[in-house]
């Protein structure tokens, strides 16, 4: 017999029934208990565990959050909201309760190893429905599954179809192959024109300082400036990370997280950080913050890539994940899409139905993915 429990800490669960059913997962115990202490406002943490016989079969992360529809519109729409809001200031925003979190790049939804996918289905409805009665008791309309991966659709499909949920088009995830050798290897696989565009960028490093760290008490301070500067040019703005945020990951995850910082030489100055976390096949990179002047003059971006390229050569990875948004460069620099999808409800019917027009509303940055 199924039996599913919500939690509203990680650590009610336990590192070892977590880890039971996510071995390997690059966002998960120590990850999730990092974003848990980070503190941030506005979110309260979930967690659902799917037990039988006594015996963890699924885990999966979710939060609660007062949302704002607005926040992932396409900007044509979102200047609408804007205009209607200052009308009815509340109107698009809802008491929200999705699996997931803001901070994993998927839903983070993970089975035991043993349990077979015939048996998955009846897993996931049972946490699913454990989730739901625990956010219709805490007052919640809205409910979402954030970012399900596009290779595990059909279950997702069939599982959150049951309750009702609409599918919208998610954003896709960039993951470049790392199936060569040197940095040469690499750099010939590019198109003619990328190779000596790239080339060109790279004359950048001469006037940079590259530090790998795997602890930035001394730095966080500065850290945080630069993620105030890279936030406030972000498009869509969803969490709010904390100092506690970058410190906690890097100390939760001590052989796992890095932090590359550049300097520009000369001066000293700290013009760009990467949070990066790894396991012994992938290089995620989580969070990368940087001046905006200084850092376009000294091509960051590009910098910044081939640097995780190299780490990944040096840590024999075989795959660097570059995450969200910013396919044109990501494409034109070797990667593939692996798709998403979003599953959404509202309580009410009449709500209801609007979501589900308002779907193709949701942002334009939706390319082919793999």
């Not at 669960?13 to 406002?41: K, M, Q, T």
């Not at 790239?198 to 760290?213: F, G, P, V, Y």
């Amino acid at each position: 017999m199924l039996e599913a429990r919500i939690h509203r800490s990680i650590h009610d669960i336990g590192r070892e029934a977590w880890l039971a059913c996510a071995p390997g997962s690059l966002e998960g115990f120590d990850y999730l208990a990092a974003v848990e202490d980070a503190n941030l406002a506005g979110f309260g943490w979930r967690y659902a565990i799917v037990e039988q016989g006594g015996r963890p079969v699924m885990v999966a992360p979710g939060f609660h959050t007062d949302y704002s529809l607005d926040t992932t519109l396409n900007p044509l729409a979102r200047q609408a909201v804007a205009a209607m809001r200052r009308v009815a200031p509340r109107v698009f925003r809802l008491k929200l309760a999705a699996i997931g979190s803001p901070c994993t790049e998927d839903a983070g939804v993970s089975f035991h190893p043993d349990a077979s996918h015939e048996q998955r289905p009846a897993i996931l409805r049972a946490g699913l429905e454990a989730f739901l009665a625990d956010a219709r008791r805490e007052g919640c309309g809205l409910y979402a599954i954030k970012d399900a991966p596009q290779p595990d659709e059909q279950l997702w499909n069939e599982t959150a179809g049951t309750f009702g949920f609409a599918r919208a088009a998610g954003l896709p995830t960039a993951i470049l192959e790392i199936d060569f050798t040197s940095l040469e290897g690499y750099l010939a696989r590019l198109s003619a024109a990328t190779r000596k565009d790239m080339r060109r960028k790279l004359k950048a490093m001469d006037e940079l300082e590259i530090e790998t760290r795997t602890e930035i008490g001394d730095v966080a301070d500065r850290v945080m400036e630069l993620y105030g500067m890279t936030r406030m040019r972000a498009d869509m703005q969803f969490e709010n990370l904390t100092r506690t945020y970058f410190t906690g990951v890097m100390d939760r995850m001590p052989n796992r997280a890095l932090c590359v910082l550049y300097r520009e030489r000369g001066s000293g100055d700290i013009i760009a950080a990467n949070l990066l976390v790894h396991d012994d096949q992938t290089l995620l990179d989580k969070f990368f913050c940087s001046e905006d002047a200084r850092g376009r003059a000294n091509n960051l971006y590009f910098v910044s890539w081939i640097q995780n390229v190299r780490l990944c050569l040096e840590l024999g990875l075989r795959r660097y994940q570059s995450g969200q948004a910013g396919y044109a460069n990501k494409l034109r620099l070797g990667s593939r899409l692996i798709g998403s999808s979003m599953y959404f409800r509202h309580r009410n019917p009449i709500v209801n139905s609007t979501l589900r027009l308002a779907a193709p509303l949701l942002s334009e940055e939706r390319p082919e993915a793999a």
